[in-house]
């Protein structure tokens, strides 16, 4: 229904990569002073000309060569100019082979510039086009080894007897697969032939296969515009099974028993609780490819086809929230998208927040607040460990400068930004007075690219009786500050026994000595209740001791009986969990209280995942404990990693 009643207005208004607002509301005079001059305010992160064009369609005709590890073929793009003419084409490429350039079918020269690190090379295409006339371009290319957008496993690197490949072009690794205008302001719809021995998942809609001599060439269509980063492909050994009327998973042979049984019957449940709260799904089919265990995120929200990570498989359905995130990334990221990277709170800030509601309605309201408590502890150990807080801190980031913007991935987008939204749903009056503007929001700009200041005009315009409320908040402090913003008052109904019960842990270990003293006071009907984000809290909070007063604190490394009783005592709820999360945790405490067994079996553990939340931080545990051992775990599985965990891992041990 909603695409038939706006279709027309969004289509006609989102090809073009740029407007600007003929009227609006002004904001205050704080807000004013920090207005770009125009918006949706420029990306400076791609080296392209996107401005001088508006988009028709991309067809994407890739071949993938497992043996050389290279994707090769041609990108044709349907353009047309502006109200300009043009005597330059720039697009965005990165370690890419470049071998033809055709306009119109005709060859056209072309320069590929000097590297521009971390942006990469300008593909500089000289032309002569007269303003509004609509053009086909096509660039034939190829990866090379430097190729960022891609990991390549052997057969040896999988958990079966067939190699795999995978995509992760967010945030500006697009350009390092095909030649493109990399950037969230310029959306695209797709169609993609891709060439493979192997099955192929696409971020879109599947329409078919060509058998060809020993190899499938598969055939997609994504109708909906998107931005290049959010393209995806994955090959290798994969099989798929149903988990609701609408979502199939897919996984390598081993693993999809496993998989079907974590995610049937909630994946439904989530997108209807989302279509509650925004509107109807416009994608049609919703489903999950679980990776290989390299993969370094959690899910990435490719269109169609949410990328995830094997760590969701807990056994228990416990990590399955990630996939109400990527859900959210629907609407949130994918539909409205940020207009640069300045602005990815835009796109992460939403999406956690509402996942959260998603949370809430399913599992009731002390459910979502929990999941808050939960990130907002996860903000302040991001901003603690963070080496430029004063630049990656603050909600609206400055990265005019060409800094790389995976050096200002962290949790401040997500938490910083959900707990902006959570501030205003409270001060405006809760979710019955905030939900209208989030249908209003997500129907205001479908299918279009933002930023902050777009933002900030709909909220004004849209709540024109509480002015006065808008005008009160900290606006400076949420966006443009440094640190920690206002924590918000959270029902703590599921937190409470949690932290009672590590108020009780901290206050017993200078009282009592031995093991059986231990037992006598604590047992397993402690967290016999708890399920495994309580317990990951638990484990949290007995390394951060925030619950007690600081005088009281005490450091764990002087109590190695009662740490090592501890674990001995809820052994089935941590040391025997397959649930990553509560894994993590675990050797997060046992490297606080030294217990130093427990290094080698981080160590090893490091080298079954690829999921750069735990990690990077499981390297700087590590790493704070035995550099040795830190630098030499790494040094064997480095190559196992994605190439963008790999290098983030070196800064992080400043190798």
């Not at 229904?1 to 706006?6: D, R």
């Not at 005597?87 to 005709?106: A, Q, Y």
């Amino acid at each position: 229904m909603f695409m038939n009643k706006f279709s027309s207005r969004i289509l006609s208004s989102v090809t073009r990569p740029f407007s600007i607002n003929s009227k609006r509301t002004m904001l205050t005079p704080f807000l004013e002073s920090k207005r770009p001059k125009q918006s949706p305010e420029y990306d400076y992160s791609t080296l392209s000309n996107y401005k001088s064009f508006q988009i028709h369609h991309t067809t994407l005709n890739f071949s993938l060569s497992f043996e050389k590890s290279v994707v090769g073929g041609n990108v044709l793009f349907d353009l047309s100019t502006l109200n300009n003419s043009v005597n330059e084409i720039d697009l965005d490429t990165s370690f890419l082979d470049i071998k033809k350039v055709t306009i119109d079918g005709k060859d056209d020269g072309f320069n590929v510039e000097a590297r521009k690190q971390p942006l990469g090379s300008k593909l500089v295409i000289k032309t002569d086009l007269e303003a509004n006339k609509k053009f086909q371009l096509q660039v034939e290319f190829s990866t090379t080894k430097d190729c960022t957008a891609l990991q390549w496993l052997t057969p040896q690197q999988t958990s079966g007897d067939k190699p795999y490949m995978f995509s992760q072009l967010e945030a500006i690794h697009a350009r390092s697969l095909f030649p493109c205008f990399d950037t969230p302001s310029y959306k695209s719809t797709f169609t993609a032939n891709i060439e493979s021995p192997l099955p192929v998942v696409f971020s879109g809609i599947a329409t078919g296969a060509t058998e060809k001599e020993g190899t499938s060439i598969y055939h997609f269509k994504q109708e909906i515009p998107i931005p290049a980063y959010l393209v995806g492909i994955a090959s290798g050994d994969l099989v798929s099974a149903p988990i609701g009327p609408r979502s199939h998973v897919y996984s390598e042979p081993h693993r999809l028993k496993d998989c079907v049984w974590e995610f049937s019957g909630d994946v439904e449940k989530f997108i209807k609780t989302a279509e509650n709260l925004i509107f109807d799904y416009e994608w049609g089919t919703y489903d999950i490819l679980i990776n290989v265990d390299s993969y370094p995120y959690g899910g990435m929200e490719s269109p169609n086809m949410t990328f995830a990570t094997p760590t969701l498989i807990a056994h228990d359905k416990t990590n399955i929230d990630v996939i109400a995130h990527e859900l959210a990334h629907s609407w949130s990221g994918n539909l409205v998208t940020n207009c640069s990277w300045n602005h990815f709170w835009l796109n992460e800030g939403w999406t956690v927040y509402i996942e959260r509601r998603i949370v809430g309605a399913l599992h009731g309201e002390p459910s979502r607040h929990f999941s808050a408590m939960i990130g907002w502890s996860d903000l302040e150990n991001s901003i603690n460990a963070m080496k430029n807080p004063e630049k990656f801190s603050t909600l609206v980031q400055k990265l005019n400068d060409g800094t790389d913007p995976d050096d200002a991935f962290s949790t401040v987008p997500y938490e910083k930004g959900f707990n902006l939204l959570f501030h205003l749903e409270n001060v405006l009056g809760g979710p019955a007075e905030f939900d209208p503007f989030i249908k209003h929001y997500f129907k205001k700009f479908a299918r279009q690219s933002l930023d902050t200041f777009q933002f900030l005009d709909t909220l004004f315009e849209f709540y024109p009786n509480k002015r006065d409320v808008l005008e009160n908040v900290d606006w400076e402090r949420w966006l443009f500050t440094p640190g920690m913003p206002p924590k918000p008052l959270f029902i703590t109904t599921l937190a409470d026994n949690v932290l009672s019960l590590v108020k009780k842990w901290v206050s017993s270990v200078k009282e009592l000595k031995s093991s059986d003293d231990f037992k006598k006071a604590f047992s397993v009907a402690d967290v016999k209740d708890f399920n495994s984000n309580q317990i990951v809290l638990f484990l949290e909070e007995l390394v951060a001791q925030s619950c007690v007063p600081e005088s009281s604190r005490i450091n764990w490394a002087d109590y190695a009986t009662a740490s090592s009783t501890l674990l001995d005592i809820y052994k089935k709820q941590i040391l025997e969990s397959q649930n990553a999360e509560v894994v993590f945790k675990n050797y997060k405490f046992q490297t606080t209280a030294r217990i130093q067994p427990s290094y080698q079996q981080l160590a090893d553990w490091l080298g079954t995942v690829g999921r750069m939340k735990f990690v990077r931080p499981g390297y700087r545990l590590l790493n704070a404990v035995d550099r040795e051992l830190a630098i030499r775990t790494f040094e064997k599985f480095k190559d196992t990693y994605h190439p963008i965990c790999k290098q983030l891992v070196k800064q992080d041990l400043e190798l």
